[in-house]
């Protein structure tokens, strides 16, 4: 059955909703779960999106021009408000709220999952890495220090180039960090990675993604998503019903077998996969290898 309570506490203004699954496959009990706080700076989060973007909502007939509309959107808030608030929340900083701590925590446990299947591999050190959608090097720095030739882009000028400060405040010099939309990167790498950048694509974009992502590797993929099931769902479209003010992009939510079909037509098998879940963060975490 599903519970609902509500609490109200100005400001800031918190919803709640508490969850009470039958499935023990969800393995959630009385679940309380905070969706978003209006009135505080609030991280992005699968389900939390624009105002002016609620009706427009509908992956399966998006045009042309609000997919570039799309991009357009998310260079342009990672190259500002998004910026300051993801480089907080990517860093040690003691200036982020709680749901804002929670969403790093869940970005952590991805990037150390990935860290893990390579360290247990011991194959990275000398390879070609090409990190898609690199933000602030969370990903990048740490397999540059494992010995791996890193070439990182994000379609924030203002990532990347915080991810190259970073970089060389640890005196890394075999990675490179530059500005790129991910459609405009090319060459051949060992490994190419992409972590927490599909939330950005629409679902009519998603397989295009993960085929281009493909054509650059020629052994490894990695590559995760928010999954789209029926609890995050409806988790989205409950947050949805109130928007911050503060300007956020868009959402998307992928069916995982969507993702396995891509990746299988592009000539690459699932190895490895993860599920990263907190209140505020969830990602589904593969590894694909080439055939």
């Given at each position: 059955?599903?519970?609902?309570?509500?609490?109200?506490?100005?400001?800031?203004?918190?919803?709640?909703?508490?969850?009470?699954?039958?499935?023990?496959?969800?393995?959630?009990?009385?679940?309380?779960?905070?969706?978003?706080?209006?009135?505080?700076?609030?991280?992005?989060?699968?389900?939390?999106?624009?105002?002016?973007?609620?009706?427009?909502?509908?992956?399966?007939?998006?045009?042309?021009?609000?997919?570039?509309?799309?991009?357009?959107?998310?260079?342009?808030?990672?190259?500002?408000?998004?910026?300051?608030?993801?480089?907080?929340?990517?860093?040690?900083?003691?200036?982020?709220?709680?749901?804002?701590?929670?969403?790093?925590?869940?970005?952590?446990?991805?990037?150390?999952?990935?860290?893990?299947?390579?360290?247990?591999?011991?194959?990275?050190?000398?390879?070609?890495?090409?990190?898609?959608?690199?933000?602030?090097?969370?990903?990048?720095?740490?397999?540059?220090?494992?010995?791996?030739?890193?070439?990182?882009?994000?379609?924030?000028?203002?990532?990347?180039?915080?991810?190259a400060r970073r970089?060389?405040?640890?005196?890394?010099?075999?990675?490179?960090?530059?500005?790129?939309?991910?459609?405009?990167?090319s060459g051949k790498?060992?490994?190419?990675?992409?972590?927490?950048?599909?939330?950005?694509?629409?679902?009519?974009?998603?397989?295009?993604?993960?085929?281009h992502l493909c054509?650059?590797?020629?052994?490894?993929?990695?590559?995760?998503?928010?999954?789209?099931?029926?609890?995050?769902?409806?988790?989205?479209?409950?947050?949805?019903?109130?928007?911050?003010?503060?300007?956020?992009?868009?959402?998307?939510?992928?069916?995982?077998?969507?993702?396995?079909?891509?990746?299988?037509?592009?000539?690459?098998?699932?190895?490895?996969?993860?599920?990263?879940?907190?209140?505020?963060?969830?990602?589904?975490?593969?590894?694909?290898?080439?055939?």
């Open positions: 059955p599903l519970a609902k309570s509500f609490c109200y506490r100005p400001p800031p203004f918190f919803l709640y909703l508490t969850f009470s699954f039958s499935s023990p496959k969800m393995k959630l009990d009385n679940c309380l779960v905070l969706l978003f706080a209006i009135r505080s700076t609030v991280a992005f989060s699968p389900f939390i999106t624009r105002p002016a973007c609620r009706k427009s909502f509908s992956p399966s007939s998006l045009s042309l021009s609000q997919s570039v509309d799309d991009k357009t959107e998310v260079r342009e808030y990672f190259n500002t408000e998004g910026f300051n608030r993801w480089n907080k929340i990517y860093s040690d900083s003691d200036e982020v709220n709680s749901v804002q701590l929670d969403i790093r925590n869940g970005h952590d446990q991805t990037i150390q999952k990935i860290i893990n299947w390579i360290k247990n591999d011991a194959d990275i050190a000398g390879k070609t890495v090409c990190d898609c959608g690199c933000g602030v090097g969370s990903l990048a720095i740490p397999l540059a220090q494992m010995g791996a030739k890193v070439s990182a882009s994000d379609i924030s000028d203002s990532m990347s180039t915080e991810a970089a060389k405040s640890l005196g890394i010099r075999n990675a490179k960090f530059y500005t790129s939309d991910l459609e405009s990167v790498y060992h490994t190419v990675s992409c972590v927490d950048v599909a939330i950005h694509y629409p679902t009519s974009q998603m397989v295009g993604m993960i085929t054509s650059l590797a020629d052994d490894r993929v990695l590559i995760s998503f928010a999954p789209k099931t029926w609890y995050y769902v409806l988790l989205k479209k409950v947050g949805e019903l109130f928007p911050g003010p503060s300007k956020t992009t868009r959402a998307y939510l992928h069916e995982e077998e969507v993702v396995r079909n891509a990746l299988k037509s592009a000539g690459f098998e699932v190895t490895r996969d993860e599920m990263t879940a907190t209140n505020f963060y969830f990602s589904r975490l593969l590894e694909a290898r080439r055939i």
